[in-house]
């Protein structure tokens, strides 16, 4: 049996387990930076595996480069939740404060340095509990109220298990270093550039990231090897402060953020559209004022901007900061601004897709997509990664891991067929044998 076949056979035989793993993420689903329970069992997973190193807490994610953290109280909470819920008790207490995610590595002498992306949080959707979705039919539905695995990170997480189980198994047939990086705070991208900030993907030769992703059921393709198009974004929270005052009484002595707040709404859907690429602009929420007697005081905004290429997605950025600024001057207010996440453009390398392509078609017996490069919308914070890899000289994909999905991304009746997940781990597996024998 050679190498492929026993990748394969291995993969198809966890099957099982990679179900009830993936049931389990599920059923105790955590958003970002709350990942503890998450994160304490994949750790406790790679050390029993007998990974060379399992790093957690601060040796993963760079603190202070953490964007859209929540609040103290919140990540105690949520701590507090974890541990109740069978976290493991000698990972977990790394968690605290919300130091989510986890890095095994693999050292197998000399040879490039392969590394794989697997996002590990769930969304703030209340899931479906009616008897005719799948995972509250079969008890599996999340327990926490308000998080749900409504976008597959469940799945991804365990598929880089799956991965971590087979690569052990095949080390001494590779040559180089593994390195599986579990990345929290992927929703509203905040996790990734964390990750890069702590040096995790310096001197990094190849990075693999993939995604679960819809297909018609009559399309026998396993996999789409790469990607683009995923629209660079920045996202801000925002502040504005004035002076309150009595709205019939005295209102020449008030400072309104109402009025900053309206001028800057219209100015920012006014933004000019750029030549170099399509754009986006959404002022999400806005919250302001105490009484309909009182002149505002304080407001609060939540904005995003996008850009087809990071260059398109700077303008819109650089230009909205000016108009909030500019609009609370008018108004004799201030305003302050802070990053919640933000993701570049990305492109995948056309000398990895074709690798893929061919262990799986030549190798895996998995059929691929008769597109290999497909386009992708929203924003994803892989970019980051890819980006350090690929200006290092180095190549890097995002796949597209192809199954039967029961509702959109983000949607409260989400759920996937498992069977992409053995599919998934022979992927991944082929591909870094490919590239490491």
Not at 137 to 163: Q, R
Request: proline share 3%; charged share 25%.
């Amino acid at each position: 049996m050679d190498i492929y076949e026993q990748i394969t056979k291995m993969a198809d035989e966890m099957s099982g387990d990679l179900t009830t793993q993936r049931r389990d993420f599920h059923k105790f689903a955590e958003k970002g930076w709350f990942e503890m329970r998450t994160s304490s069992i994949i750790a406790r997973r790679l050390t029993d595996m007998g990974f060379d190193e399992v790093l957690v807490g601060d040796q993963v994610c760079k603190k202070e480069a953490r964007m859209g953290v929540p609040s103290d109280e919140e990540l105690e909470a949520q701590y507090e939740r974890a541990v109740a819920q069978g976290a493991d008790p000698e990972f977990v207490p790394f968690t605290k404060g919300g130091m989510t995610g986890v890095v095994g590595i693999l050292h197998c002498g000399e040879g490039p340095t392969v590394a794989m992306r697997f996002d590990i949080d769930a969304l703030g959707v209340i899931e479906e509990k009616d008897a005719s979705h799948r995972p509250a039919n079969e008890g599996f539905g999340s327990v926490n109220e308000g998080f749900m695995h409504a976008c597959g990170h469940d799945g991804h997480a365990t598929i880089g298990l799956g991965v971590a189980k087979v690569l052990m198994s095949i080390r001494e047939s590779l040559h180089g270093t593994v390195k599986l990086i579990f990345q929290p705070a992927e929703e509203g991208v905040r996790g990734a550039k964390a990750i890069v900030e702590n040096g995790h993907l310096d001197g990094v030769n190849y990075l693999i990231g993939s995604h679960v992703s819809d297909k018609d059921a009559a399309d026998p393709a396993a996999v789409i090897p790469g990607s683009y198009g995923s629209l660079a974004t920045s996202k801000y929270d925002v502040t504005f402060r004035g002076l309150s005052a009595h709205a019939g009484g005295s209102p020449e002595l008030g400072k309104n953020v109402m009025l900053a707040v309206a001028t800057s709404i219209l100015n920012l859907y006014a933004i000019p559209r750029h030549s170099g690429g399509i754009s986006r602009i959404n002022v999400g929420t806005v919250a302001a004022g105490s009484g309909r007697n009182v002149i505002a005081d304080e407001a609060h905004m939540e904005i995003e901007v996008r850009g087809e290429t990071t260059e398109v997605n700077k303008f819109v950025e650089d230009y909205a900061l000016s108009i909030l600024e500019n609009s609370a001057k008018m108004h004799g207010c201030t305003c302050e601004t802070k990053l919640m996440g933000a993701a570049y453009s990305l492109a995948s390398d056309e000398a990895l897709i074709n690798r893929i392509k061919t262990v799986c078609e030549e190798h895996l017996h998995l059929p691929v997509a008769k597109e290999i490069n497909s386009k992708n919308g929203g924003s994803e914070d892989v970019s980051y990664m890819m980006r350090r890899v690929q200006e290092q000289g180095g190549q890097a994909t995002f796949m597209r891991v192809l199954t039967k999905e029961s509702a959109p991304g983000h949607n409260r009746r989400f759920d996937f067929d498992e069977q992409v997940l053995p599919n998934a781990v022979k992927i991944f597996c082929g591909t870094v044998y490919d590239i490491m024998k």
